[in-house]
């Protein structure tokens, strides 16, 4: 739909997230890849066992969830959810639902609910202190119940995105990803039709594809390739 065909003009936003940082030293540092995936690794280990919580995307591909899911696995996760989006559709070509792979999110994190079913429980757990570590893709937690005041008291937030958001600031892990153009992969559409995705342009600065990120961060916590 012309809808999604035009939408292209963030990709050159000056508020494109262009190397990754880290929290240290009571403040967010840029860093390389390696060091941040590092630290976001250790991060991750050190809140295991403890509640922890992630939020995916609808906009990812079956390959970034799948990788998401994985995640989740070995680090014992079971409160996952991805945020919903609806809109007016128009019955021919733009559909009301406006994340463009929420089957593939269905299916690959088995969400048992309907999406964004469990997004005020993890709201709750933040606000109350029982979520310890909250791992964010592609989205941006303000806008699903998460005021800044809360992520500021987050001991670990892990934010991976396109654009700088009100959360950003927060994070105790920046790491900037690619948009729809700047990646490859497939998607499940809303007919259950499975749909490649091809890459056309290069991600800028140091932005990565969501699936490399995901790849290292695994490869760090277990030492294998997931």
Request: aromatic share 4%; with cysteine.
């Amino acid at each position: 739909c012309d809808y999604g065909r035009l939408n292209f003009e963030y990709l050159t936003s000056p508020e494109r997230l262009l190397e990754p940082e880290v929290f240290s030293g009571a403040k967010l540092q840029a860093a390389d890849w390696k060091t941040v995936i590092s630290h976001t690794a250790l991060q991750l280990q050190h809140f295991s066992g403890w509640d922890m919580a992630i939020v995916a995307s609808g906009r990812m591909t079956n390959e970034e969830l799948w990788l998401t899911a994985r995640l989740a696995q070995i680090l014992n996760i079971s409160l996952i959810d991805i945020v919903p989006r609806k809109g007016e559709g128009d019955d021919i070509l733009l559909s009301q639902d406006r994340n463009p792979n929420t089957k593939g999110a269905e299916l690959i994190l088995s969400l048992q609910s309907k999406p964004g079913a469990n997004l005020e429980a993890i709201a709750s757990g933040v606000a109350e202190g029982r979520i310890k570590s909250l791992v964010v893709l592609g989205e941006d937690p303000t806008k699903f119940g998460i005021p800044v005041q809360q992520l500021r008291k987050l001991p670990s937030f892990i934010t991976m995105n396109i654009l700088r958001n009100p959360s950003i600031a927060h994070a105790t892990a920046i790491l900037p990803s690619a948009a729809h153009a700047e990646k490859r992969g497939s998607m499940i559409n809303g007919r259950g039709r499975l749909q490649r995705l091809n890459q056309s342009v290069q991600p800028p600065g140091q932005a990565r594809q969501d699936w490399e990120i995901l790849r290292d961060l695994l490869q760090e916590l277990t030492g294998n390739n997931g």
